[in-house]
């Protein structure tokens, strides 16, 4: 089975200009007739750490592709060489995860209608389609500076049967799902995330449009927002009045309530939402929005019947994030205001804008415009100079849409104003000292413009680089030259300059900022070591003695300079992080210097090692935003299968990891390690708890997507949902019960109880309204569970509200196969699919029943 990616679709504009100069001129060979087909050829290698794989090349052309003269340019793992030293290829590392492959003096001409089958092997097992080379682009060394797309990318799917842990098994998902029990529509609670009080009355209320909304004069513009939603549920909007007797929605301002929190009573005679703040009111409107019944959103009803409750409610934590990655790819803003309204409508309260990379820089600033001149774009480049070179299959094309893009100063205080309306904060992340390539090479074609300009003094202002420095060293994504030089002066000019431009912004946007992100994560060794600059300054400094000391002189200085700006430092865990020796070895600790400097650390790694990192430095005093890879990263595939898109360096997500989180003792429910497989618990035997004082330490939580894969809004969202869900689940409602009982069996039990719950919630009343809520959402649709048991197929759903269909004559079901309803007896192949209340499908579950 063959499919094709339609990955180069994205790079057509670089077929508009020069359009004639993808044939060869002195060989007349098209570069558009140049095929590429990738298959996995196993996992088996004899030690079992490398995969073998195969490129094909097809000439369908009718010129011979020359034994000379091009190179292959493509993004995949530096380890990505040939299996044999005779190969008529060769493959250099030139950056990132670019690669050049070239013919050798073995290559020979591919005639007309030709191909050459080429293997190589790969560290690390090949799990799902991610791991495979993408990006394909041809340059002619006559013609260096201009980059081809290579139009047609065939990957051969592996095959099934003699691969068969590549693809999780049906019955694998089928017992997954056992504990999942069915819930009747009319016996889900109505609000989501669960509300700290919740009881029906049994007396309804019936919402027309006529039904005016009377306000209390501080929610004015919550009672705005909530009209024009109501707006689209009715196609009229209601009146929004100051005072009026009758039947009404009222928003009533009443002292007492916690900064977010909230009542919402519902009887026969109105609607009332009371709070102590506009953000009270806001989430005690949102709850009364998924008390509408998802029906209801798609027909423009005349009147809704809204469940007689009476709630008392407010968040577990302020901080409940969500970090959108925009660096490594782009997405366009209106996707960004839609995820702004998802985010608003469960009660999500900050959005984590990471819109710096190595990849790319996304901001406009405009006392510093090469950051998007340069800094924003990608594509074939052999210096950098005018922009950056291709990552993550973006290709030779600056106008690719996902590689290249970036949001204007009126993008971002559009979006900072619909976020502030929505009461989300927005922190921005300027990512440093290491993943700031875009910005090192911006600042690079800045210098070199005034230089010919003769401007030295000013060329050098914002330097970001030291131009002597002869360190050698290499990230965890292989570039060599992504680290800012603390120790120069320019540094902390460029790094001033951008934060009050950006601080500019909020207040032309009249949005709140307290706190500005600045990464700090994956500095490698090596930096530093031969800059002229850092040696200067450990020599001038008593309290500087070595390049690791560098990096707490660093974020003292930015502590100091957000301090002045009264702000507070956020980055990752390395902030609050101290290397020590133990035992010989050089370990992390946290660092007492900033343990009082109000330095809030979102702490990712718990992976083997470090799983109470974020517990430890909670006690330490540093305020941490849980952000644990296992059980809270987006961008991991939801399962272990070949065609689940995703990443996996850190194990397998699916929306059951971040709803069995337990914020104050996750190490509790930890169950899978990075690989999927049972965890051994008794490496939790000495890891460190946290105390009392530690618990109030932890601010939050956060979920992030980081964008490697997400290339366009699409698959976003896919990636997004319906995990995002429980996350927000959990960042709201208060600690479940079975989080802290004793006893084992009786946990498990109170688990599988609140899970069934959760999944027939989503399911039945989230998904469905999501088909439809800000023109719909495409969230993934899991496949079926099925086990053939006594000559019978049985199925079952992770979420339970979709509907199971199938065929039994090996075709593919669609919208309008058979429901599943009961045991299936026909023989043969069976095949089932899950379904919308829209018609969209997910996957196809096989199985045989013989």
């Not at 004082?693 to 894969?709: C, F, R, T």
């Not at 699409?714 to 802290?740: D, F, G, H, I, S």
Request: glycine fraction near 6%; aromatic fraction near 10%.
């Amino acid at each position: 089975m063959k499919h094709l990616l339609s990955i180069m679709l994205l790079l057509l504009g670089s077929l508009t200009a020069g359009c004639a100069q993808t044939k060869n001129t002195g060989t007349g060979f098209d570069s558009e007739n140049l095929k590429i087909t990738w298959e996995l050829i196993g996992n088996n290698t004899p030690d079992d750490r490398h995969s073998l794989s195969a490129l094909t090349l097809t000439n369908t052309g009718q010129q011979p592709l020359p034994a000379s003269g091009w190179s292959l340019y493509f993004n995949s793992s530096p380890s990505f060489q040939p299996k044999d030293t005779s190969a008529p290829v060769k493959v250099e590392h030139i950056n990132g995860n670019l690669l050049r492959l070239t013919p050798t003096k073995n290559f020979k001409s591919i005639p007309a209608g030709g191909s050459l089958r080429l293997e190589f092997v790969s560290r690390g097992q090949v799990i799902n389609a991610t791991d495979a080379p993408e990006g394909f682009y041809l340059v002619w060394n006559n013609n260096p500076t201009k980059g081809l797309p290579v139009q047609e990318v065939t990957y051969t799917t592996p095959d099934r049967d003699k691969n068969e842990t590549l693809w999780v098994a049906a019955k694998k998902i089928y017992n997954q799902n056992k504990s999942i029990q069915d819930i009747p529509f009319d016996k889900l609670p109505e609000i989501f995330p669960t509300p700290v009080k919740y009881e029906e009355t049994g007396k309804s209320f019936t919402l027309t449009p006529a039904i005016p909304l009377v306000t209390d004069a501080a929610f004015k513009s919550e009672a705005e927002l909530l009209a024009t939603y109501l707006s689209s549920v009715f196609g009229e909007k209601p009146s929004i009045q100051a005072s009026g007797q009758g039947k009404a929605i009222r928003l009533q301002q009443q002292d007492g309530f916690a900064p977010e929190g909230y009542a919402l009573q519902v009887s026969p005679d109105g609607i009332a939402i009371s709070a102590s703040t506009p953000a009270g009111i806001f989430y005690g409107i949102q709850s009364l929005k998924t008390m509408i019944p998802p029906a209801a959103l798609a027909g423009m009803p005349s009147s809704v019947s809204i469940t007689g409750v009476q709630v008392t409610d407010e968040p577990r934590f302020g901080h409940r994030a969500f970090m959108v990655d925009v660096a490594r790819n782009f997405q366009p803003k209106q996707q960004l205001l839609k995820v702004l309204d998802l985010m608003a409508l469960y009660k999500l309260n900050v959005l984590h804008f990471h819109m710096s990379d190595d990849e790319g820089w996304r901001l406009e600033i405009p006392a510093l415009p090469e950051l998007t001149e340069v800094g924003s774009k990608r594509g074939h480049t052999l210096d950098n100079k005018k922009n950056l070179q291709p990552s993550y299959a973006s290709g030779p094309s600056v106008e690719n849409t996902t590689g290249s893009g970036y949001y204007s100063k009126a993008d971002f205080i559009e979006i900072l104003k619909y976020a502030d309306e929505r009461h989300i904060r927005v922190i921005p992340e300027i990512e440093t000292p290491g993943h700031a390539r875009a910005a090192i090479k911006a600042m690079d074609a800045r210098y070199e413009r005034l230089m010919k300009e003769g401007k030295e003094a000013e060329a050098k202002q914002y330097l970001l680089r030291d131009l002597n420095d002869k360190s050698v060293y290499q990230s965890v994504q292989n570039w060599n030259d992504n680290v800012i030089d603390v120790a120069l002066p320019s540094t902390y000019n460029f790094l001033e300059t951008v934060v009050d431009e950006i601080l500019k912004m909020y207040k032309e946007a009249g949005a709140p900022i307290e706190t500005i992100h600045f990464g700090g994560d994956e500095v490698p060794k090596g930096v530093w070591e031969k800059s002229p600059a850092a040696l200067a300054v450990i020599k001038n400094n008593p309290e500087v003695e070595n390049t690791d000391d560098l990096w707490y002189y660093y974020f003292g200085k930015i502590n100091d300079m957000l301090k002045e700006r009264n702000l507070y430092l956020s980055g990752w865990e390395e902030i609050g992080l101290k290397k020590v020796k133990e035992n010989g070895r050089t370990v992390y600790v946290p660092n007492p210097e900033f343990a009082d400097e109000n330095f809030h650390v979102d702490v990712w790694n718990n992976l083997t090692g470090a799983e109470d990192l974020a517990y430890k430095l909670a006690n330490a005093g540093y305020k941490v935003v849980l952000t644990n890879v296992t059980n809270l990263y987006l961008d991991l595939a939801y399962q272990k299968d070949y065609d689940e898109p995703g990443l996996y360096w850190g194990g397998f997500l699916d929306v059951d990891k971040p709803f069995y989180f337990i914020p104050y003792d996750y190490l509790k429910n930890t169950k899978e390690d990075s690989r999927g497989e049972p965890v051994d618990r008794s490496i939790f035997k000495n890891k460190v708890r946290l105390t009392e004082e530690g618990k109030e330490n932890i601010v939050g939580l956060q979920a992030p997507l980081w964008s490697e894969m997400v290339r366009s809004p699409e698959r976003m969202e896919y990636m997004l949902l319906p995990k995002l869900l429980a996350v927000a689940e959990r960042a709201w409602a208060k600690n479940p019960a079975w989080a802290t009982e004793a006893d084992p069996a009786k946990s498990e039990a109170m688990y599988n109880e609140a899970w069934s719950e959760f999944a027939n919630v989503l399911g039945k009343r989230e998904l469905p309204r999501l088909d439809v809520y800000a023109r719909g959402f495409l969230y993934r649709i899991p496949s079926p569970g099925a086990v053939v048991e006594n000559g019978k197929v049985y199925a079952n759903i992770q979420l339970p509200g979709l509907v199971i269909r199938y065929t039994t004559d090996g075709s593919e079901p669609t919208a309008s196969s058979q429901i599943y309803k009961s045991p299936i007896t026909a023989k043969g192949t069976i095949k089932l699919k899950a379904f919308t209340t829209t018609g969209r499908s997910g996957r196809v579950t096989t199985v045989q029943n013989p």
